[in-house]
């Protein structure tokens, strides 16, 4: 069948993928909704796959399949981990360097001109959370003092940095006793 799109393939549907609904994953194309565990069939994301040459996988399924067998080797805290090594391959958008420094509302909307303000590399529609009037990479999405990951109710910014609310609370707060106004003294001779 003719591709007249002008879209990759999808490596599950086998139909054209445009690029406003693109996700890569080592060097194929998928549909958002496409790109799911081959065992479990759970929705995937840059924070949950793992891929193993042509196959993805959750990274629970993949540990359960391919990650380390044998007495010891548990799925709890203290367990090693059996993420693969190369999954930082997956989800990694093509980066083409723009030819026209005032990129078009086209290529705005799609989301390849932001930048993340942490990483500084762009940030794409399926991954971006905005805080701070800035968008942000899910995974940089976290306070700046404590690195907590962080979500819209406990999120807080201040000069367009992330914090969660206890670091802001301890270093941006109220100081001194009683109700943290430092700047109103009793005088005691009154």
């Known amino acids: 069948m003719p591709n007249w799109g002008g879209g990759a393939t999808c490596a599950a549907c086998e139909k054209t993928v445009y690029h406003a609904e693109e996700i ?3 060097g194929r194309s998928f549909h958002k909704t496409c ?5 479990c069939r759970k929705g995937l994301d840059s924070a949950t796959v793992a891929a193993h040459e042509s196959e993805v996988y959750c990274k629970s399924c993949y540990g359960k399949k391919y990650g380390p067998k044998g007495y ?3 799925q709890g805290a203290g367990a090693l981990s059996s993420d693969p090594a190369d999954a930082d391959h997956c989800l990694q958008p093509k ?5 026209n420094p005032n990129p078009s509302k086209f290529a705005q ?4 001109t932001d930048r993340c303000p942490r990483c500084s590399k762009a940030v794409y529609a399926a991954e971006k959370i905005m805080g ?6 899910k995974t940089c999405f ?3 003092l404590c690195g907590k990951s962080l ?7 201040k000069d367009g940095e992330l914090y969660c609310k206890v670091c802001y609370a301890k270093n941006f707060g109220p100081k001194g006793r009683g109700l943290g106004n430092p700047g109103v003294v009793e005088d005691a001779t009154v």
Not at 35 to 39: G, K, R, V
Not at 109 to 112: E, M, N
Not at 132 to 137: I, L
């Open 24 to 26: 890569q994953c080592n």
């Open 35 to 39: 790109f799911i565990c081959m065992t």
């Open 72 to 74: 010891g080797y548990g």
């Open 95 to 99: 980066v083409t360097k723009p030819t």
């Open 109 to 112: 909307k799609l989301g390849s």
């Open 132 to 137: 701070a009037g800035k968008a942000w990479h």
């Open 142 to 144: 976290r306070c700046a």
């Open 151 to 157: 979500e819209s109710t406990t999120v807080t910014d």
